[in-house]
């Protein structure tokens, strides 16, 4: 296909899939504060659950969590109540005992369970690696059927979220020995992590709040990826043609299409 028409395909592609990437807070959201920072929308049924538990003051037009403390031990124990609470009134997918910092800019605010993030609208950060073949074959990984979220669709190789206390970097290098079985020095000729888009998309237990960054690499003849962590089903090879008409049948997650999409575009037009 000339270089012209397909970046025609892609620009049209890329519309549609950031217009459902970047929508407007669920309805009756109320923005979140915590520690003098707005940092999230709260979904009208987390507010609801938490109305009562004296951990938050619910004003007309705001959700204050733990209002009058700081940043700290008294502060990171309360949003463990509070990601309790949610637990208990159902407000959550799942519970998965790992903590992401709740970040603004230019500061970390405290951390709480993963699975509270999208109730309450919090910004997380998601890692990528568009790993490459010598000849110009893109490694994707197909995700398991037991996921909670996009089961058994195609993503990136690696991809997934930054933990509390860790560097971009370093998730990304946990992210590929867990996902794709990749050594650190068989990724070591990566480029740096780039933002693609921040991700505001409803969500059916809230508000997906998200910075995609991507890195790109291209894998040793010879290198097979294997996934460690049981979380996916199937790795495989496939080529710039075979990727973008997966994309538009709808088989890749969203997030993957994003970024895989903006590779393509910056280095195969």
Not at 69 to 92: H, K, S, V, Y
Not at 113 to 142: I, K, Q, S
Not at 227 to 238: K, S, W
Request: with cysteine.
């Amino acid at each position: 296909m000339p270089s012209d028409s397909l970046a025609a395909r892609l620009s049209l592609l890329e519309a549609d899939l950031r217009a459902q990437a970047v929508q407007a807070p669920p309805d009756h959201a109320r923005p979140v504060h915590l520690a003098g920072q707005r940092c999230g929308w709260a979904t009208l049924a987390a507010c609801d659950a938490l109305r009562d538990t004296g951990l938050v003051r619910l004003e007309d037009q705001a959700l204050q969590l733990l209002p009058g403390l700081m940043p700290g031990p008294a502060l990171d124990a309360g949003l463990a109540r509070i990601a309790d609470t949610l637990r208990q009134a159902r407000c959550l997918r799942g519970w998965r005992d790992e903590l992401l910092d709740i970040t603004v800019p230019g500061a970390c605010l405290g951390a709480i369970e993963r699975a509270a993030m999208r109730p309450l609208g919090l910004l997380t950060f998601a890692v990528h690696l568009n790993a490459w073949t010598p000849d110009g074959r893109l490694w994707v990984a197909r995700r398991s059927l037991s996921k909670s979220t996009d089961p058994g669709m195609w993503d990136t190789l690696v991809g997934g979220l930054v933990g509390s206390g860790e560097a971009l970097d370093r998730a990304l290098v946990r992210e590929c020995d867990e996902e794709a079985g990749l050594d650190p020095h068989q990724i070591a000729a990566r480029g740096p992590l780039r933002t693609v888009l921040r991700m505001q998309r409803r969500l059916p237990e809230g508000y997906q709040v998200e910075d995609l960054l991507t890195s790109r690499c291209v894998l040793a003849p010879g290198v097979q990826p294997a996934n460690r962590d049981g979380e996916v089903m199937e790795i495989a090879t496939l080529s710039v043609a075979e990727v973008i008409a997966r994309i538009e049948a709808g088989e890749f997650t969203l997030e993957a299409a994003l970024v895989i999409l903006e590779d393509i575009r910056q280095h195969h037009l």
